[in-house]
């Protein structure tokens, strides 16, 4: 199964909410920086409009605040040219909360223009008030081509906080600030980083422990025969299990019986979610190997960089794949330097928008390794990924799609994709 970017980019983030209602809504200007009371709002926008929706040395390191450049690289030359002042100001930031789950962004210019966003999801009602509190004040006023320097303030002026809600606000705020460079422009962010609109090949992203192995092989292979999947992932073990399995016997019953029901035709992957210590996840990993699959997803606490390390240097015909909660860009220097992972998996609104996304993939593009972000629901953050697969020059070959259907993400962009 594909998604064809040439359909799928007709909603982009300008577009994708028009319709939607978010109730529990805040505003910030320039003159005034402050949780506003709660109202319903409905957003509006013109559907189609472009927009966005070996590592060095140590002593070489010049710190997170180094721009992504992608050396030799068409999006490196783009982005070069994106760091000038535009004379544009930011001077509005509102946010549009569903429930807990969702929170929109919409950034207003000083020319009248409007660009959104979105930050994580999960607890986003929170992270729209800490958008307003901690970090609106260090954007409004600022200059759109700022974008690098906006991310970096925003992190540093938080030092005592980070980094989850910093980051995920944040998320928000960079990504409408994307989509206005973009329908400056008149471009995709896609095409604005020298990319091009293209079908992606995407992997069907289960996210259920609850069901029994015969089940989920056959509901895998239901989905194959009818809508075209040539990839899928299952999840093994148990969410920071400590070795322990969501069932007993569940995981070692379950990858064989997937890999029968779908025969050799198609491309498998496992995620562990935090689960193993490396002796379990090296024995889970050769289970694997032994199936064929083709990644093996956060066997170990992710915060255990050395543990992912040793289970990366004992699986030979796996790749170990991870860093989806990773969100200090130190943290995934160190990651990508000791070869904890052989694929990367930023998440663009965990690991604070698209700037610190881009740093990550030049980061794992300067060690030779691929780049396939988290976007495991259908809110923004598929778009947000698609745009960013479609212009760095290390995309792995699937993006995440969830098989799970739209969830808390149902009713806030027409059409969702299919």
């Not at 721009?67 to 549009?96: D, M």
Request: aromatic fraction near 8%.
């Amino acid at each position: 199964m594909t998604l064809d970017r040439r359909k799928f980019f007709r909603t982009t983030i300008g577009g994708a909410i028009a319709g939607s209602v978010l109730p529990c809504s805040a505003h910030t200007t320039a003159d005034q920086w402050r949780v506003a009371e709660s109202f319903s709002d409905v957003l509006h926008a013109d559907a189609g409009a472009p927009g966005l929706l070996g590592t060095e040395d140590a002593s070489r390191y010049e710190g997170i605040h180094a721009p992504a450049r992608f050396a030799g690289c068409q999006i490196g030359q783009c982005l070069a040219a994106l760091r000038q002042k535009t004379g544009v100001t930011i001077t509005s930031i509102e946010t549009f909360c569903q429930g807990s789950q969702l929170c929109v962004v919409r950034i207003t210019t000083s020319d009248g223009m409007q660009g959104y966003g979105q930050t994580a999801p999960f607890d986003a009602d929170i992270t729209a008030t800490v958008l307003h509190r901690k970090l609106a004040r260090l954007v409004l006023g600022a200059d759109l081509g700022e974008f690098e320097e906006i991310a970096d303030r925003c992190i540093e002026a938080n030092y005592k906080f980070p980094w989850s809600f910093v980051c995920r606000a944040l998320a928000g705020i960079d990504t409408a600030i994307w989509d206005l460079l973009g329908k400056r422009a008149g471009k995709s962010v896609c095409a604005l980083l020298g990319g091009a609109a293209r079908p992606l090949a995407v992997y069907g992203s289960s996210m259920r422990r609850d069901i029994a192995p015969a089940d989920e092989a056959a509901r895998l292979k239901k989905l194959r025969d009818s809508l075209g999947f040539k990839a899928f992932k299952i999840r093994v073990g148990k969410v920071c299990g400590r070795d322990e399995d969501a069932a007993p016997g569940r995981t070692p019953a379950l990858i064989p019986a997937v890999r029968k029901a779908l025969g050799d035709g198609v491309s498998l992957k496992a995620d562990a979610n935090s689960c193993y210590r490396p002796p379990k996840a090296i024995e889970v990993g050769r289970m694997l190997e032994d199936y064929n699959y083709s990644h093996f997803e956060e066997p170990c606490p992710y915060w255990e960089l050395e543990w992912t390390a040793e289970v990366a240097r004992a699986l030979e015909k796996i790749p170990v794949a991870g860093g989806e909660q990773d969100n200090d860009l130190a943290q995934w220097r160190r990651m990508i330097a000791m070869r904890a992972v052989d694929i990367v998996q930023p998440d663009v609104c965990y690991v604070g928008g698209f700037t610190r996304a881009l740093r990550v993939a030049d980061m794992a593009h300067r060690a030779n390794l691929p780049c396939v972000p988290h976007s495991a629901n259908l809110s923004l953050i598929i778009v947000f990924t698609l745009h960013l697969m479609g212009a760095i020059p290390n995309a792995g070959p699937h993006v995440e799609f969830t098989i799970e259907g739209p969830g808390f993400a149902a009713g806030l962009y027409d059409p969702l994709p299919e």
